[in-house]
């Protein structure tokens, strides 16, 4: 089969590979139908050396090729959603849908390690599906059924663990694909402001279209803005979605006493200068979290059934996954408006 | 008046200073009858410039020799414990007890700024005293009284938002006052292990004592120990009561995945070198905390009634107001198997 | 001045009393501007004997006439807002905003009883001004103050205690003025679907109108139509805003397992007959409040100032306070397509 | 095999019934060692009508004599303790540890309906045993797994749903086995005072011994004697542990305003006389609970390892499996300081 193969800095290639085989008698093998490109592929992408050889990609959807003997809540035919981080699938926080804090340590995104490898392919292999594999549910759409692999919950775990409370000005730093998601997921929880931050045009103009206030930090440093807008108070919660050092810091700075900086973007500094004085005299909490994929499908799939999100706009690019190496080069550029860009496996 | 003056680094001194006057309406005069020292006033003691003439103390207790018209909670000749920290006392959360996070920014200890002169004094002005001053609860010790003007709260704070579960693995970091008091205060969320970190031999044997498992940080790295004896994993709560950098970035090795890190140490590092990528990769919250004095009385009084605490071996040293400078060396020195000195004014 | 007096069953009339008096040096008087019938007004309509010569209402806003010489949040000229609930005003709970568990036992509605004196007059006496009147803020129109009494924050909280969590599934039971406050804030929690529970037809349209799923209780019992529409689940979260004992019922039957429901309807029984069977099998939760309504306001002022509720349709119907008999006969008979009442004290 | 069979009012008697069967390839059987009698088999005992035939039981533990092919999480040979609650297996709830709210609707516990035959006797079938059978950990007791299976999860669940904070005032309503260890849970949660309400000496004693202040409900309503012991105020977190109308009601009667009751006493009336004048007038919440056995062992497991709790008086006699009439007859009795009987289907 097909598989996008990371080769080396800013390169990546189709290449024919051996076909999956099924990883035991709990998993599925998935001829793959959509797939997209997430940010946190960039990573990989930018610093190929740790990862060249990687069949990458951690959001897909498709049609169930061939199962294991023991699996019970999907069959051959059946049209599912993978979940785009997996565990060891039998210790209790994987059963209860967060393999994010596998006891067992085997916590991982498929498409970033040599031994899971990723569904921007033809097809992929999905162990334990009776736990990370979902079928399709019923309402909703297939670029719904991507979205909820990996960044409806990212997003959605991101503003939950933002301690949003009914009332509170929250702000959401970095309006790509995430950003997108934990805005709209941060409005589930009642707030009353939700400002916007961001340097592209088009991504403040679907904020503000969305209810959020935008704030343009090509202006000025957003926490600035932030601060200004609030009369020196700052937000209850933030939610970070970029994940580089700058944008951690101006989160930091964009809280208001007692809040909770919530940081979704991937940051995998080691030593990024971190103020503690501030989280100190302001009393904050400042939390990071690897999504724990499953255990947010209870709670999204009636929300996306129910039309409660805007996510027909998410997509703005649609490709073959052939042309997987010019849809990165895209991503990675943020030019033409790009936003998020969906594979066909089939192109 | 004498009161306990900081003149340079390691320089205090105790000298005649005008009486204290009444802080309006809402505020009272405190005799002082015991006044402690703590770990946070030795910032200043070693970073004197930041602070050359401030009149130290934020833990105090005494009789009440004045009091505003509009005081009501305490009157003339009642004795009363004073909160170490203060806020602009009318906002929401200064009456809800939580001056750290006032509406209006003025949340400050006592003896730590020019405005606000401090306890280790014959007399000290409390303003918002309904808010702000507790008499002393029957069955509360003086000296328990005065633990309950700082560094109890802090303790209980810092274990409160360490989200302690029933069962859960514990860690606390250093076994100074603050972090022996976050110990017990640990214990009452049901804990299954307590793993109690130091260097200090007297420190260790008092935790052990009190049924938490000491470690010998001079052996080998707390968190590695930790690791070792939790095979891998880590504490699911764990209590930074040092507020050195490298503390600090031991506790989060320290913190299993899915973990809290409750800081209560005072780190006022604007670039402590900050792993972000363990705080992802283990989906970890960490929070800091500048102590929410009154509010924490309502549960912490019945506590100290019912003798849940072990407090009487908090103050290993008492001496006289008049020995203040001896005090801070002792206390800074650690030497003598001191934890905290008591100091009375009339001494 | 002239004051609303309940004089019998189903009689209520407007009577010349003596001027209120400053209630102490923390209180206000406040001359009344718009004040409200509230649907548990009528149970003292109704139930008369227990209350005869009470001076109604406990919800009213005006302008502060005289104010104590304690009292700082509010002066002479402002116009304020009255919490509908007041307690002994220094208490930690009640200086926290929540008179209803007042630690004096001094939790009361203004209006029910002789000692408290309620604003559908001309004038009110607010004791402890600081704590249970609020300046109207800017950006909140007269009538959302006038909610802002009590009803919103009633329905607030019925809200708030029905644990509702995102995705989840809420009936709200009655469509009264509390109901529709609480289906507006039960839409601050992410709920995917709320189904409305009513037999009058405009408020099963306006529920509708605000994307509820309305359920005409005329056609069977509503419980059952939860049911049917659930697949035999039933909802996470049930809110009940009738305070009908046949109403408490249905909402217990309307809960799934593992669900709360969340009681504001007031109901005075002593022995309602009741399914611990069910609440057993179901492993639910059950909660009544008798509402904290300064306590609401943090959170509901930016909410009502972000235009967040649709506050304009609540009162169908504005009188002149001398019409308050005929005010309260035609709410007591829900005729005219009546939801709410105001009464203008200058009519 | 042999197993305990209802057949009657106060009538059971073991008799030869066939062996067990596997219940699918996701099941076991288990050669039941130890079993014992609940508080909640007496409620068949007492109105047999409903259960004549039923095999009896379900806190049981063993040896795995067969497994399925789709087991994992223990194997032939392997010692276990088994859920006494279980459901469809397959659910999230379910997999999550809480089958007592299985979207199946299928939570049940063992020994209460013809279809899950009871632990009672030589040998049970457990289906889906890696969810419902955990081994017996290290550490582990005999007589303390035989309380992992159902009382002491129980209690805890009891405790965890009584709201307890810091420093709070708990009353636990009856001194039974279930009561017993929600009085042991109950302290998980750093109260100040617990009082513990029964009528039995030996039970009142036990409490005592352990902490609680006693309360002898033969001098006057427990509920009096704890209002007259808080100065009228009440607890702030009720736990009934006996399931008659008059404590559930004398429960409700001892709860603070804002508290919370939390009854995990089996009550199965459908027409209680419930005061919902009073869950109004004092805020209260008040729940129910079927046990979430296996989502509790994560916490509990620990702390039985760990010594936290007192349970070797629990069993106070130890019987035959061939004695089970005579069993049954003695714990009803409540004579003889009997608390908690165990079986042996060796004897």
Chains 1, 2, 3, 4 share one sequence.
């Not at 001829?31 to 992408?45: K, P």
């Not at 699938?89 to 995104?109: D, F, I, R, Y």
């Not at 599906?129 to 079928?135: G, I, K, Q, R, V």
Request: glycine share 12%; aromatic share 4%.
């Amino acid at each position: 089969m097909r598989a996008t193969i990371l080769r080396g800095p800013r390169d990546v290639a189709v290449e024919e590979v051996p076909d999956p085989v099924l990883p035991g008698p709990a998993g599925i093998i998935v001829t793959v139908e959509r797939t997209a490109i997430c940010g946190s592929d960039l990573h990989l992408y930018h610093d190929a050396p740790t990862g060249i050889g990687i069949h990458l990609g951690h959001e897909a959807i498709g049609t169930v090729a061939e199962a294991g003997s023991e699996v019970h809540s999907v069959k051959v035919g059946d049209r599912v959603l993978v979940s785009g981080v997996i565990g060891c699938g039998t210790c209790g926080p994987c059963l209860a849908g967060q393999p994010n804090v596998c006891l067992q340590g085997k916590s991982a995104a498929f498409g970033t390690i040599p031994d899971l490898p990723g569904g921007q392919a033809e097809a992929m292999a999905v162990p334990f599906a009776d736990t990370f594999a979902l079928p399709i549910p019923e309402g909703v759409a297939d670029e719904e059924a991507v979205l909820l692999t990996d960044i409806l919950p990212t997003g959605y775990v991101g503003a939950v663990r933002a301690d949003i409370k009914p009332g509170a000005t929250v702000v959401v730093v970095g309006l790509g694909p995430v950003g997108f998601m934990a805005l709209q997921c941060a409005a589930l929880f009642g707030p009353s402001r939700i400002f916007a931050i961001d340097m592209v045009p088009e991504r403040l103009a679907r904020a503000a279209a969305f209810g959020a206030e935008p704030i343009d930090a090509r202006d000025a440093p957003g926490s600035a803005q932030v601060l200004e807008k609030t009369k020196g108070r700052g937000a209850e919660s933030v939610i970070e979605a970029v994940g580089a050092d700058a944008t951690v810091l101006d989160a930091i700075s964009c809280a208001a006493t007692g809040g909770t900086v919530s940081v979704v973007g991937v940051n995998l500094a080691m030593a990024l200068p971190f103020p503690m004085a501030l989280v100190f005299l302001k009393s904050l909490t400042l939390r990071a979290v690897f999504a724990p994929v499953p255990g947010t499908w209870s709670a999204l799939v009636p929300l996306v059934q129910a039309g409660r999100f805007s996510l027909a706009e998410t997509f703005t690019h649609r490709m073959g996954l052939g042309d997987a190496a010019e849809a990165y080069e895209l991503f990675d550029s943020r030019r033409d408006g790009v936003l998020k860009v969906l594979l066909d496996p089939k192109g």
